[in-house]
Each structure stands twice: as C-alpha cells, then as structure tokens.
C-alpha cells in the first residue's frame, strides 16, 4: 500500500478518496516544493499557496487552453487569444462537426452539453492552433482532425478516415475537473493538459498509419509513449501542464478492472497514470523529481523500482521517434514552433 | 491457490529484461565455468550453424539438479541455438542456464544487456512443472502445453528483449508487451502443432496467475507487506507501476494474437468464449500491425535461406505437444 495515497495531503494523490477534502497542492506544486517537508508545510498552507505555485510556471498555451472552453462554458469567455506567427500544416485540415439531436430525455441533456462545447471550440477554435503546432510535420497525404459525437469516449482511427476527438471525452474531462475542488488552477491544468494529450494521442495513430512506423507493443501505450514525448520536448509551461493535467485526469477517472475488462485494446487508467510519471520522469528528472521523493515513513507517488527506469523508457521513446519520425520533420518550422510562447503569461494560473 | 504460489507468479510476470546496472558480468567466467555435456553428446542439425549464440550450463545447486539433467539431456540450449541461427545480431546472444537463486533473488529468467545473455533459470524451469495443470483445462490445454510453451514463450520473449537491444529497435510501445508479441508472432510462424502448444500453453499460464491473484488487487491490503515493490503489489493503484501489463491483458494479448495470426487455427478461442468477440474483431488488425513491425525491423537481420530451413524443421518433441 502507498500511504500518501490513503491519507494523502494533496489534491492528486487523494483525489479519488476524497474529493471535497479541501484546499491542498497537485503534483504541480509537489514538484516545485522539493523537499517533503516543504511539500507538507505547502499542503497545510492551502489555496493561496498553491495558486502562487502553479502560477508562477503555469501559463496558458493558445491551442492547448482552448481546450479549456469547456471550462468557459461555466465561466465568462475571454476573448481568442492570438496565435503564434506560423503557417498552418498544409496537409491537416479541421472540423467541428456539430452535434445532433437524438429523441431521449439523456440525449437531450448530452445535446445540450455539447453543444456548448461545440459553440466554445468555434469560438476559441483550438485545433487550428494544433494545425500550426504541427507545422513541422511532413505528412504524405491530408488527413482531417474533427471533434464531433461517436457515442464513447473514443472512436478508434481508421485509415483513411479523420482522427476524431470525441465530444464525450472533452465531456468527461470537464465533469472530471469540475469534481475538483478549491483548486482552479489544477482544473484548468486538468481540462488543458488532458485535451492537449488526447489529441496528440489519437493523432498518433494515424502518424504511425501515414509514415509506416513499425509499431512494437500495444498501440494505445505507443499513442501515449509518442504523446507524452512530444509534449516534453517543449517548454517547462507545455510540458508540465500537459503531464500533470494528463495524469490527474487518470488518477481521478480511473476505473476498478478485473477479469474479461483487461481484453480491451485500452490499457487501464491507472497503467496510463503510471506511464505518464515515468516518461515525465525519465525525460526531466528535475522537475518531475518530486514524484520519486516521499516523506518518511510513505511511499513515493512513482515508486523506486519504476522510476530508475524511466530514464531507458524515454531514451527509448525518443530513440524510436529519432529513427521513424524525425525523419518527416522540418527542421527550421521545428525550431520556430519550439521557440513560439504557446503559453502567454496570466492566463491561466493565476 | 496458495501464498507460495502467488509469490511465483508475481514473480513470473517478470520475465524482463534487467538493466546493465543491475546485472554482473557472466560471460567473461562462463568459458571456465561451463559444465561439460555428459553426453550423448548435441549432433547439430547441419546448415543451422552460425557462432552467435554459445551456450552454457552452469552448476546446478541440489534444488535444481532434476532440473538441469532435463535441460540438459533435452540440450535445450544448443537447439535453441541453431533455431535462432537465422538471426545475426551484431554481437554473440550467450544462452545461460543457472542457478538465480539467490544472486538474482528471482527466480525469472531475464535478458541483461550488461553482459548480452539471456539467463534462463533453473528454479523457473521447476516452478513451471509444479504449477502446471495436473489435468487437461476447461479449455483443452494440457500440462504438456503449459511446460512447453512456457519455457518455449519464455526463451522467445526474451530473445525478444535481446533483439531490441541489439538491433536498436525502435519500440513504441511498452517493451514487455512487445517482447510477448515476439514470443507470440515467432510461434505462429510455424505448424498448427507449434502454434497451438506455445500460443495455450503461454496463455494458460497467464490465466493461472490471474486467478491467483495476480492481476491488480481492487481493494487495499490492510496488512500490506514491509518489502517496497511487494507493498506496491498489492496496492490498488500502485500495482498498475509494473512494467509489465496485467497477468490478464497478457493472457487477452496471446489468445488475440494466436487467434489474429492464425483464425482458423484458434477460432475455438471465440467459440469457448475464452477471448471475447469485442476483443477478436480487432485481432487480425493487432496481428498485422506486429508482422509489419516484424518485417521492416527484425527480418533484415534474418538469413532468408537458413530461416526457411528453420520453418521446416520440427523443433518440438512429439511429447512435448500433446
């Protein structure tokens, strides 16, 4: 047993047990505190401290915090944020394709909910941010990124066909987050870092498709695996946010699996959860350190065993994207992608 | 079953590849320390000769002594070896058989590219026999399937592990997965026979550690063990670290293939109910993907003639596939 997750004092490590138990810090302030005492002594501070954290590295990625419309929906919409000087991948097209009524009372209410997402992604229009972020990406043939209703969380890539984000994801996300607590900016990480990841997530699965990448392994924790490791190569803001929002949402959304449900494609949320610490870990042992350190007489959130390999776990990663991917990537869009602020101070976080 | 056997299993799912810093170097003794084949001596299958993988035997404690003289007389090592004579690797694959206990404190064997051997354990070879299936399952696997495909699986995922290393594959996914993909997609190359002992007998075995517990707990030990990695285990969250997938995501994972690979062969599995049909549908798909992986990252690095040589060849005993 993990005792921090039992009688956890912060926010992402008992957020399953106990969703109202007040203000206390996420991963995103263990990691900035160090020390456990201090994580321990921030966790008794509260909100504020926390907010004062986060704040301080937390800013808002224009394609990845449109995502956070769905938050919007609740609150007063900003304005569009301007977007980085890059032109957009010519090879990518998007789409909000928007959702349709059906006759039941529950498909009424969904209706209701997504097409509050749908009038907030037209508004803050996100995946046109994503066809600049991907501006380096060589593709052989267009492909299209919608949103749009597939009746699951999911709708599995098919080739040839769009990547579909599924308005019932970006739906769970949000109620997701909304099930935080005195904690605004851990929402916002959630709701911004999660989607970020879901995307890069399904589009990897047609990058694997269009560029014939031999793929080893199950293909949903390659989706992950190359997710996560994109998102690290960029700044501390896209990056952090991106993982810790990521692997909160597993934490909190995680499922109880037994028997005939581990014959999914899926891999479990808590495997996720787990994948994601690690390959955060391995790529950025310094600010991710903190998720290897427990105080005395607890274990650490990612434990010993795992952690010493997630160092080979992402040079392994990016091993393979250096052999399979890099290879349709432009050199001089990359450098100017990694060099755009994604993130612009005071948007979030503060 | 019991706590003994639980513990085996935990340990099993290891099966893994140990990292450089962990390991200590084997081969630079292994010349001195090799035991000699008491004979009858190996008379090798002729064409199957390529250098790469020197084999070794070493002492047997008491324990493993049984152990050994079947390995050994069945000279499990060097057929192995001419099996893999196809696959030219760019450094010698040493084939050890040894005594893990208690050097490794496992008894699982392991891939370690510290010294680019792969160990297969004694003690693993006895805990195989004694957990085995007495009688023929529900499923129709027999105690002979289990044995055989798991220190056939066992070699075969572990060279798996090798390969990656050595051949600096790109892997995407999580490396253990793939490694029982290459145990999975190697067995399916060959006859119905083959492919049914290893793919059931592998898949069995997965299906006996979860129902001993091994797969995740789904509530919190009140007494949870004193050893770290053990008190991960059996924590509901904490056991989803391992790096290894789930006794049953493996066990799925191997019937999928089998069924993916070789439909005909293993539509059984679908009709037994033993790999649900949402699962199958994919399965052709999974295959596909793994032999497309296969080709553009192993099979470069296979000598196409001795490889058709070796798919000819029946590797396994009569005895050993009923």
């Known amino acids: ?350 | 079953m019991t706590g003994v056997a639980m513990s085996f299993f935990r340990l099993a799912a290891a099966l893994t590849i140990m990292l450089a810093v962990q390991t200590i170097s084997l081969t630079r003794a292994l010349a001195d320390d090799c035991l000699q084949d008491p004979g009858p001596k190996y008379q090798p299958i002729q064409g199957l000769t390529n250098g790469g993988y020197p084999v070794c035997y070493l002492q047997p404690n008491d324990t493993n002594k049984a152990a050994y003289t079947a390995l050994q007389s069945r000279h499990i090592l060097e057929v192995y070896a001419q099996f893999l004579s196809p696959l030219h690797l760019p450094h010698p694959l040493t084939l050890v058989a040894l005594n893990c206990q208690p050097t490794f404190n496992s008894d699982s064997p392991f891939y370690s590219s510290g010294d680019r051997a792969l160990h297969f354990c004694y003690e693993w070879y006895n805990d195989v026999l004694k957990y085995a299936p007495t009688a023929t399952t529900a499923q129709g696997v027999t105690r002979t399937n289990v044995i055989t495909g798991m220190w056939a699986g066992t070699l075969l995922h572990e060279t798996g592990h090798a390969m990656f290393d050595m051949l600096d594959v790109p892997v995407f996914g999580r490396e253990e997965d793939a490694a029982d993909q290459v145990a999975a997609f190697i067995a399916l190359q060959f006859n119905k026979d083959v492919q049914r002992t290893i793919i059931k007998g592998f898949a069995y075995f997965w299906q006996m550690a979860a129902q001993s517990g091994d797969d995740p707990p789904t509530a919190t030990d009140p007494n949870p063990p004193k050893d770290a990695m053990q008190r991960c285990f059996s924590d509901p969250l904490c056991a989803y670290a391992d790096v290894h997938g789930t006794a049953s995501q493996r066990l799925y994972n191997t019937l999928c293939l089998g069924y993916g690979g070789n439909p005909d062969a293993f539509k059984d599995f679908i009709q037994m109910g033993w790999l649900p049909k949402a699962r199958a549908d994919d399965c052709g798909r999974e295959y596909r993907q793994l032999e497309f992986a296969f080709i553009k990252t192993i099979v470069p690095f296979i000598d196409p003639d001795m490889m058709t040589k070796v798919r000819s060849i029946q590797w396994l005993l009569p005895t050993e596939m009923q």
């Open chain 1, 1 to 350: 047993m993990i005792r921090h997750v039992a009688a956890a004092p912060c926010r992402l490590i008992r957020g399953l047990l106990d969703r109202d138990s007040g203000p206390c810090l996420s991963l995103t302030a263990i990691r900035l505190i160090g020390p456990m005492g201090e994580r321990m002594r921030h966790c008794m501070t509260g909100i504020d401290q926390s907010r004062r954290l986060i704040g301080s590295v937390t800013k808002r990625s224009i394609f990845v915090a449109a995502a956070a419309v769905v938050w919007w929906v609740v609150q007063a919409l900003p304005a569009p944020a301007q977007a980085p000087a890059l032109p957009a991948n010519p090879q990518i097209q998007v789409d909000y394709i928007q959702p349709k009524l059906n006759a039941s009372a529950a498909d009424k209410n969904q209706f209701t909910e997504f097409t509050a997402i749908y009038a907030s992604l037209r508004m803050r229009r996100p995946l046109e941010e994503i066809q600049k972020f991907l501006a380096p990406l060589r593709l052989p043939r267009q492909i299209k990124i919608q949103v749009d209703s597939c009746g699951a969380a999911r709708r599995p890539y098919v080739s040839g066909n769009p990547v579909t984000i599924c308005y019932e994801l970006i739906d769970e996300i949000e109620k997701i987050a909304a099930g935080i607590t005195g904690n605004d900016n851990l929402k916002q990480t959630v709701i911004v870092g999660t989607f970020t990841q879901a995307v890069l997530h399904e589009l990897a699965y047609a990058v694997f498709d269009m560029l014939q990448v031999p793929v080893w392994g199950r293909e949903d924790d390659a989706a992950d695996r190359l997710a996560a490791f994109v998102l690290l190569q960029f700044s501390g803001d896209v990056a952090h946010t991106s993982m810790v929002g990521s692997a909160e949402f597993f934490l909190l959304s995680r499922k109880t699996w037994t028997g005939i449900a581990f014959a999914a494609t899926a891999s479990p949320e808590a495997q996720r959860f787990y994948n994601f610490l690690c390959i955060a870990y391995g790529g950025d042992n310094l600010d991710f350190g903190g998720w290897t350190q427990a105080p005395q007489g607890q274990d650490p959130l990612l434990p010993a065993f795992r952690a010493k390999q997630c160092g080979y776990e992402y040079e392994q990663v990016r091993h393979a994207f250096d052999l399979r991917i890099m290879p349709y990537i432009d050199p001089d869009l990359l450098l100017q992608v990694k060099a755009a602020q994604w993130f612009l101070p005071g948007e979030i976080g503060k």
